[in-house]
């Protein structure tokens, strides 16, 4: 598999890597680098930096970087050869390349071999069936109207009624270990014997899952025996190929048709988008049972903006829908509903009514208002006043999700007309709604707030740490360097005043969309009596008195407030807090409570006391 190093350079020199990582996420100048929420790691405020001018992208989090192959190989999970590949098509460039021999050159190249034998196995397992096995997994595939040629195309497969049976063909073939096959998710460890495995999926109808770019990663199975004490599908668990929040079931064969037809209609199974098919609806993808994560959304926004969630009418299918629908909206996308009839799923719906049936129901959508509205009417929730306010807060909870403020206003103009309600009301419920929202994110992070607190004095008042009001008087008074170095580097998790939190989480904002601080506008959207008194009081410097016309209580809460932080300042401000960090974290060591040994506790103190030495230099 021999490519000369000119034709790597050639791809690469082809492929802008902020237009490639552009592809996948969403990416924001900020002076000469370009800023984004990194994707390999719970990441709250942008942290991944990319240089245009090097051609390179680091994570000053997790430490994630490389180049523009290494980023699509490790966002899509894919070998280098397959990043080569995408990338040289994506550019229009030819590649050839003659490989005999399947790629086992590390971990991740084994577990596509793996997987692609094991769809071959299962293929074959369902052709080559004889006798009363054959006439009931062929009875039926023939209710479901499940064809050969449907067979063919998704790699229907079928896994034998035996504890061994793909753990055999792996060994016969002696290409791939016991080992390897079982961190595919193949096969399972038995617990009284670690030595010895046996098959995963046992009497299933196998569906292989592929990447968006036609791999194997996974494989779900659906139940077809009654004493098959299992669920009615199970998948492959988690591995280094499969990830279940970034792969869309029917992605690979439906996103041309995306493309063309602009718009993507989001169901739940397998035998849906196999029964769509069968009838000739193509452009439609399935989050494979699982919740919709923001990932699946980002995926489909590569190939079309406009997103149709088809539901199943029953309970669990509504609560699942309106998950999504939180998802799809903060993604920016445009969303529509479709609702079937009670009772009914896209796989019976097709089959029983057909295809002209089944496009007079997508053009029946609704929107998001329309679908929520129908529901609390159906439920008879909208009789009395409390009722309609709940209603009213569940949609603002929808439109509050949405990033463009545009597409606010047109839905808040909407509700006030259908509803009678003045637009300034909504808007004042919509901006506590975000800040709501925003904060919440935030304290979702993965990174635990430690509970012991170190060398941080409390303020006069006794309410938040001096070192936390602090940060306040930067992002008030910080010129532009100063806020481009704490939107870069300054970390939620450092601060332990919750009522300080919400004041930094409105900053990071304003900074993400605006790049500019407004203090009347936090003021309005946090609507917190303790945090506008927190920012009001450190705002009002009593040095700058003479520079306010007014003694108005908000008039001089303003942009262009005297700034006095440059970035040096801030750099300082951001070693202060990682030194509390160090200091918190070497306490924590000595403490002991992870059971170290002495030695292991010494060296561990000497690194931690090091790194504080380290920024005490500085």
């Not at 900020?30 to 051609?55: T, V």
């Not at 523009?68 to 460039?93: C, H, P, W």
């Not at 904060?439 to 309410?463: A, C, H």
Request: net charge neutral; glycine share 6%; hydrophobic share 35%.
């Amino acid at each position: 598999m021999s490519i000369p190093q000119e034709k790597f350079s050639e791809i690469a020199q082809a492929n802008e890597i902020v237009d490639v990582i552009s592809g996948y996420i969403q990416v924001k100048k900020r002076g000469k680098s370009f800023l984004a929420i990194c994707p390999f790691h719970p990441d709250k405020n942008p942290s991944l930096h990319i240089s245009q001018e090097k051609q390179v992208y680091h994570c000053f989090s997790c430490k994630a970087s490389g180049n523009v192959y290494s980023f699509v190989q490790n966002y899509e999970k894919i070998t280098f050869m397959d990043a080569v590949q995408k990338l040289a098509q994506r550019a229009g460039i030819e590649l050839r390349i003659n490989a005999k021999d399947p790629d086992r050159s590390n971990e991740i190249s084994k577990l596509f071999e793996i997987n692609k034998g094991a769809a071959k196995y299962f293929y074959r397992n369902l052709q080559n069936l004889s006798g009363n096995e054959k006439e009931f997994i062929y009875n039926y595939l023939g209710k479901r109207k499940i064809h050969q040629k449907l067979i063919e195309k998704f790699g229907i497969g079928y896994s034998l009624k035996s504890w061994d049976g793909l753990l055999n063909y792996f060994l016969e073939e002696n290409i791939f270990t016991a080992s390897e096959v079982e961190k595919a998710g193949l096969l399972i460890k038995r617990e009284n014997d670690e030595s010895n495995y046996y098959d995963r999926f046992r009497g299933r109808l196998i569906f292989p899952i592929f990447s968006e770019n036609d791999k194997v990663v996974g494989f779900g199975g659906r139940k077809l025996y009654e004493d098959d004490l299992g669920g009615k599908y199970i998948n492959s668990p988690e591995t280094k190929i499969y990830n279940k929040s970034k792969v869309l079931y029917g992605l690979n064969f439906a996103k041309e048709k995306i493309r063309y037809y602009d718009y993507v209609i989001l169901v739940e199974g397998y035998m849906d988008i196999v029964s769509l098919h069968k009838n000739g609806i193509e452009n439609v993808v399935a989050s494979s049972g699982t919740a919709l994560s923001p990932d699946q959304v980002q995926l489909i926004s590569r190939y079309t903006k406009n997103v149709y969630v088809l539901f199943d009418s029953d309970f669990a299918g509504i609560k699942a829908a309106k998950r999504g629908i939180e998802i799809i909206l903060e993604a920016g996308l445009d969303l529509s509903v479709v609702s079937l009839p009670e009772g009914e799923d896209p796989d019976s719906f097709i089959n029983k009514f057909g295809k002209e049936e089944f496009e007079q129901q997508i053009q029946k959508r609704k929107s998001v208002i329309n679908f929520i509205s129908e529901l609390y009417e159906k439920e008879g929730k909208l009789e009395s006043v409390n009722d309609k306010t709940d209603f009213i807060k569940e949609i603002i909870s929808y439109i509050g999700r949405i990033p463009d403020k545009i597409k606010r206003a047109f839905y808040i103009k909407e509700i006030s007309g259908l509803y009678d309600l003045y637009e300034s009301d909504l808007r004042q419920e919509i901006d506590k709604t975000i800040n709501e929202n925003k904060f919440k994110s935030y304290q979702k992070s993965s990174v635990k707030i430690p509970e012991q607190k170190t060398n941080l004095s409390k303020s006069n008042n006794g309410n938040f740490y001096k070192i936390d009001k602090e940060v306040i008087d930067y992002f008030i008074r910080g010129d532009k360097d100063c806020l481009i170095y704490l939107y870069e580097n300054f970390h939620i998790e450092w601060l332990h005043s919750e009522t300080i939190k919400k004041i930094v989480c409105e900053f990071l904002e304003q900074l993400n969309f605006d790049f500019e601080i407004n203090i009347s506008k936090a003021i309005n959207i946090l609507d917190d009596e303790e945090a506008i008194k927190c920012i009001t009081e450190i705002a009002n410097d009593p040095h700058e008195a003479s520079f306010f016309e007014s003694t108005s209580q908000y008039i001089f809460l303003k942009n262009s407030v005297h700034k006095k932080y440059k970035q040096s300042d801030a750099i300082k401000l951001i070693d202060k807090y990682k030194k509390n960090e160090f200091e918190r974290e070497r306490i924590e060591v000595k403490n002991n409570k992870a059971g170290l040994s002495l030695d292991e506790v010494s060296l561990k103190v000497s690194e931690i006391t090091k790194k504080i030495n380290d920024i005490m230099k500085n």
